[in-house]
T-cell receptor
Framework: NAGVTQTPKFQVLKTGQSMTLQCAQDMNHEYMSWYRQDPGMGLRLIHYSVGAGITDQGEVPNGYNVSRSTTEDFPLRLLSAAPSQTSVYFC??????????????????FGAGTRLSVL | AQSVTQLDSQVPVFEEAPVELRCNYSSSVSVYLFWYVQYPNQGLQLLLKYLSGSTLVKGINGFEAEFNKSQTSFHLRKPSVHISDTAEYFCAVTYSGGGADGLTFGKGTHLIIQP
């Protein structure tokens, strides 16, 4: 059971380049989310999804796009990378209830992270 | 909206000594509380969580935390630390009524175990 898998583990981009951070989970979790981790800032929510075809913005969505075409995958896209997006990115997933929302008490499972540098 | 304050960015402790990592939260609604641990170059792993009931919560690796509603605190403790406990520890909160938004994290406390 792989859990939450993120690729790549490391990436260096030039300003203005685009890329997609991949996230896949094999636990059949409906809820998935992306966080960024910056020194002294903790983790901040970028985007989240409560199921295939449904996404919404978190605390810091600017500069990022997401889509959710399948339950398993939740890619994060940077259309035009900026130095301010240098960070460590974490994907997480958890179970949801029958009404389609993440049960607050449920554990979120995190991937190992993608370390991104934008020059 | 909720917020979390971890009062210490770094805590150095000698091996086999006790440790307390402090966490205070602010919320106008009922919340659930969590402690996550991040070992070097790894993702976050749940240590323990408080949902309801007993205010003393026991987690993995010998850690425990106590929920204090009057002081809005959820401090993490371990009676005797090991070198392997060196990691970043994050306190997090979420609205207990459910909803699709994510966890609100504190800025983290780096626990440094000295031999």
């Amino acid at each position: 059971n792989a859990g939450v898998t993120q690729t790549p583990k490391f990436q260096v981009l030039k300003t203005g380049q685009s890329m997609t951070l991949q996230c896949a989970q094999d636990m059949n979790h409906e809820y998935m989310s992306w966080y960024r981790q910056d020194p002294g800032m903790g983790l901040r929510l970028i985007h989240y999804s409560v199921g295939a075809g449904i996404t919404d913005q978190g605390e810091v969505p600017n500069g990022y796009n997401v889509s959710r075409s399948t339950t398993e995958d939740f890619p994060l896209r940077l259309l035009s990378a900026a130095p301010s997006q240098t960070s460590v990115y974490f994907c997480a997933s958890s179970e949801r209830d029958a009404q389609g929302v993440r049960l607050a008490k449920n554990i979120q499972y995190f991937g190992a992270g993608t370390r991104l540098s934008v020059l | 909206a909720q917020s979390v304050t971890q009062l210490d960015s770094q805590v150095p402790v000698f091996e086999e000594a006790p440790v307390e990592l402090r966490c205070n939260y602010s919320s106008s609604v009922s919340v659930y509380l969590f402690w996550y641990v991040q070992y070097p170059n790894q993702g976050l792993q749940l240590l323990l969580k408080y949902l309801s009931g007993s205010t003393l919560v026991k987690g993995i690796n010998g850690f425990e935390a106590e929920f204090n509603k009057s002081q809005t605190s959820f401090h993490l403790r371990k009676p005797s630390v090991h070198i392997s406990d060196t990691a970043e520890y994050f306190c997090a909160v979420t609205y207990s009524g459910g909803g699709a938004d994510g966890l609100t994290f504190g800025k983290g406390t780096h626990l440094i175990i000295q031999p």
